[in-house]
């Protein structure tokens, strides 16, 4: 499952969680610090057992030319983080429809390329009013007869205005962890 807290062109939080992953993400401006279970950062920064052992559930804050999160800078700025969420291919319209007292269209198609799982069934909801920003999404993904299943509810999305992110109150430098990167 994920979820997006907060998104806009200069500042986003994000929280992830993703089979025994679990991993926070918050972007200011040109700066980006994580926070992840042990899981989370084997995954992400090949950290051994010890590294993620001693870090884990700590604000790291990573350089955003760092390979391993670079994706996750990319896709925490603006607009470019709902691209990722748009159906691809033949997509149908269904309603308006009346979802937490909004009114919603759903898009049916499939995952688009550039998520590195093209072609997967995906439905998207989003407003049913300009800018038509994504409120959530519903992605299945079968691989090797095991299925996947991600969704994803927007609870604040602004184009112009910033978002007021505090950074934490006590973060590590990435390059102190000792982790790979």
Known sequence: MTGIQWASPSAALQSTNYLNESQHNMLIGKRLWVNDNAAGLQAMFNATTAEANQWQNTWIEVPITNSHYRFIVSGLKGKSFFAGFLPTG?????????????????????????????????????????????VGSLVTVTVGGHKFTSTLKVTGYNTKAPVKIAPPSSAVAYNLTGMPG
Do not use: I, R
């Not at 429809?97 to 998520?115: D, I």
């Open 90 to 134: 033949k997509v149908k319209v269904f309603g308006p429809k009346h979802l937490n007292g909004k009114t919603v269209l759903e898009l049916v198609g499939k995952t688009p390329k550039a998520t590195g799982l093209g072609g997967y069934p995906m439905a998207v909801v989003v407003s049913s009013q300009a800018p038509y920003l994504p």
